[in-house]
């Protein structure tokens, strides 16, 4: 079933878009009809840098738009700071199926249209916050669509959410911690005060990072699910967890086809791999995006490896989608992913919930830097803390931190998608 709708998705886009016959001129198969897996295959990966050139080249959709410009019921865009925005145009009818992918995703995580449902990430330019809304509403639930990212927003969100008591959030789950301990400084208790039974998250590891998702379950007594894929690639939620998964996310294959590939060669992985999700729509008329490398990495698991309780027999990533390959930081030829530091942070009790990392090179030699909040209502002092910090971190990844312990409250919390490592070996390049 899936092979056919690769078939009919890639005629499709092949037969209605100037980008696609260009992009496959040099292929060896027939692209209006692929007629196995192996033969997908053959097809170019799509980059970043290519939806770039055709956007700059044919702006503002590029020519894989494939519809009638007045079709499009909704325009998105990245909400990145430097260089030309990537620009999405989504048509009625993929909006439409977009809203019944996620409804029907929302339900199989425990929503149901008696749920009220608060999205606390920003409404910008930013499609978890409205595909989130999209699903939410199509299921019928009270949507309390809040929002995020405006100064004193978070001591509101406390007080509101006392007062409507919703049965799950959205947002992101840096989000979702700073909204826990906002919640305990002004004199609640999230698990009493609050109802929540619970938070999807997307945008960023998190949900999937084992002590932090603990932290979040513990500090609002819910459930926590990991979901998402990117922008481009909406319906989103095609990468989902379930009540059932312990960590990590389903890949909805039906939706949204999903690859693991090499990194380096760009070779399909087996399940048991570790490579960069690279996705195919398999229902979209406008942008339809095929073999959209992510740039993240994973890991992925067969069906019955996985067995979930579920039933579902999609493919899984178990450990979510634990970083960018860009973001993986290599520190004297060790790899470090901020999210394995994360981890062994959020899993000492004294630790204040939130981190910098530093990575810089002193005499031709790299040295990371942790700068670490301390909570001060815990019995540990400053030095066992450095020390407990230091001996976690070198456990996990073989190399020994230089720890600045501070306060609490001291780090900036973000609203949206944490941004925690400055690597100041690199030289800045405006792409
Ligand atoms: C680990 C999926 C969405 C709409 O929430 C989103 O963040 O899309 P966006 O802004 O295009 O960013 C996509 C990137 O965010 C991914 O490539 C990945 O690096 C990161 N990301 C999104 N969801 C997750 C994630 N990283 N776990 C996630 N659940």
Request: net charge negative; hydrophobic share 35%.
């Amino acid at each position: 079933m899936i092979l056919e709708k690769i078939n009919e998705q890639v005629r499709y886009a092949y037969e209605n878009s100037g980008f696609y016959r260009e992009y496959y001129e040099d292929v060896d198969v027939d692209p209006t009809d692929i007629t196995s897996f192996e033969e997908f295959r053959e097809l170019p990966v799509l980059t970043n840098e290519a939806i770039k050139r055709e956007q700059k080249e044919h702006p503002p959709f590029g020519r894989f738009l494939c519809i009638d410009e007045n079709g499009i019921e909704r325009i998105y865009g990245t909400s990145g700071t430097t260089g030309r925005p990537k620009v999405f145009g989504i048509g009625a009818g993929d909006w439409d199926r977009i809203a019944e992918w996620h409804a029907q995703i929302l339900w199989s995580i425990g929503l149901r249209p008696d749920d009220r449902v608060i999205i606390t990430s920003p409404f910008i330019q930013y499609l978890g916050s409205w595909g989130a809304l999209q699903g939410v509403d199509r299921l019928g639930c009270s949507t309390f669509p809040f929002g995020a990212g405006m100064e004193g927003q978070t001591e509101q969100a406390v007080e509101w959410i006392a007062d409507l008591r919703p049965d799950a959030l959205y947002g992101t789950p840096s989000y979702a911690i700073y909204l826990g301990e906002t919640a305990e400084e002004k004199g609640y208790d999230p698990t009493e005060d609050f109802e929540f039974k619970v938070m999807f998250f997307s945008g960023e590891p998190g949900a999937s990072v084992p002590s932090t998702r603990r932290r979040i379950e513990t500090l609002f007594d819910c459930t926590v699910i990991d979901q998402g894929s990117m922008a481009e690639m909406t319906p989103w939620m095609s990468n989902s967890g379930c009540r059932h998964l312990e960590n990590g996310m389903h890949v909805w294959q039906d939706i949204v086809y999903t690859e693991l590939l090499d990194p380096e060669t760009e070779a399909f992985l087996e399940y048991g791999e570790e490579g960069v999700p690279t996705y195919t729509h398999l229902e979209r008329t406008s942008q339809p995006m095929i073999r959209l490398w992510s740039g993240d990495i994973s890991y992925w698991e067969s069906p019955e490896e996985t067995d979930c309780e579920c039933g579902r027999t999609y493919p899984t990533l178990p450990r979510g989608v634990y970083g960018r390959v860009d973001d993986m930081l290599v520190i004297r030829g060790k790899n470090v992913f901020p999210s394995q530091i994360e981890d062994r942070l959020h899993a000492l009790d004294a630790f204040g919930d939130e981190f910098r990392v530093v990575v810089e090179n002193e005499e031709a030699l790299d040295t990371l830097e942790l700068v670490v909040e301390r909570d001060e209502d815990s019995d540990v002092e400053d030095d066992e803390f450095r020390a407990l910090v230091r001996r976690s971190i070198k456990a996990e990844i073989g190399l020994s931190p230089n720890v600045t312990v501070v306060k609490k409250g001291t780090l900036e919390r973000t609203q949206f998608k944490a941004d925690r490592v400055e690597d100041r070996r690199k030289i800045p390049v405006d792409i």
